[in-house]
């Protein structure tokens, strides 16, 4: 029997059926001898009809052993992302699915907990890192400031905390004070009291204060009793009164190593002494001479 040429698939189906139902028309209208026709019918139609079970690159159409791999890039994210580094991705190139850098700034994850905000950095060749800004979060423990965080030393990301060296700059909340530095233990040390511009009273103390705007210097009296100091070489025990004033006794100089030499307080120099003119009266302590006179820092008197 010739070749038959194929047809459509909905063309051949027609004809099959056609042919089907034709041949057993004639079955049941025919003598005997009519099996064989149709037989011989039914057999040439099926071999017409026959239905490949792919279409055949003579049709025109590729084999399914040739389709593309993938249209879009979605395609190939659905495939197995194993050996894929975070900054690599895989993208539609021809029809095929292709390993490629991810743009520079596109988001990821290093796989660490110790940073945030991860992006790749867009590098050409190899795969490209992935790095985030260094954000451990800060401990919830008091003095925390005097403890250092840092990407644990393992590699395995997490935040790891330690005392912060000695002499690092911190703040003790305290607005009174300043240059506050950590000290041994991971504390925060007070730093120097702010100084307080001084009024002259010695009876009263200018001090920085806590307000609700921060540290304020203000003054404040000192109680009465305190020791104070007046500037005042010649006095001593000096002490504030009620009224804030410092007050004080005036020292004693003596006694005069001769009758002819004057003691006195000197506002500057505290106890001086300056020898008595020529002729000055003097005692000499001898009750006999009379008349009893200075001559030459000497105390004489006349027999």
């Known amino acids: 029997m010739p070749a038959v040429a194929r047809r459509p698939r909905t063309e051949t189906f027609k004809r099959l059926r056609a042919a089907s139902f034709g041949a057993w028309t004639a079955l049941a209208c025919s003598s005997p001898p009519a099996v064989a026709e149709l037989e011989a019918t039914g057999a040439a139609a099926a071999e017409t009809t026959a239905m490949p079970s792919d279409v055949s690159a003579a049709d025109g159409q590729s084999d399914a052993s040739v389709q593309p791999q993938c249209v879009t890039d979605k395609d190939c994210k659905k495939l197995p992302g194993t050996g894929l580094s975070p900054c690599q991705v895989r993208v539609c190139q021809a029809g095929e699915c292709a390993v490629t850098i991810a743009a520079k700034g596109t988001p990821c994850s290093d796989g660490k907990a110790c940073t945030t905000g991860d992006v790749c950095a867009g590098t050409t060749g190899g795969a490209a890192a ?15 400031m005097c403890v250092v965080a840092k990407c644990a030393d393992d590699g395995s990301g997490e935040c790891q905390y330690a005392n912060a060296v000695p002499g690092t700059p911190c703040d003790d909340k305290d607005p009174c004070t300043l240059q506050d530095k950590c000290v041994a233990g991971g504390k925060c040390g007070a730093g120097q009291h702010k100084t307080c511009p001084d009024d002259g009273n010695a009876c009263t103390l200018e001090t920085c204060v806590t307000t609700s705007s921060g540290g304020t210097c203000a003054t404040v009296q000192r109680a009465a009793g305190d020791p104070c100091a007046d500037g005042n070489p010649c006095t001593e025990a000096d002490h504030c009164d009620a009224a804030a ?16 030499v004057l ?39 006349t027999p």
């Open 245 to 260: 004033n410092c007050l004080g006794s005036l020292i004693s100089c003596g006694p005069s190593p001769s009758p002819c």
């Open 130 to 144: 992935c790095t985030g800004t260094f954000a451990c979060p800060t401990p919830p423990w008091k003095d925390s």
């Open 263 to 301: 003691l006195y307080c000197d506002a500057v120099k505290g106890c001086s002494n300056k020898p008595q003119n020529n002729g000055a009266p003097c005692n000499d302590g001898d009750p006999a001479p009379v008349n009893d006179a200075c001559s030459n820092v000497v105390c004489a008197g």
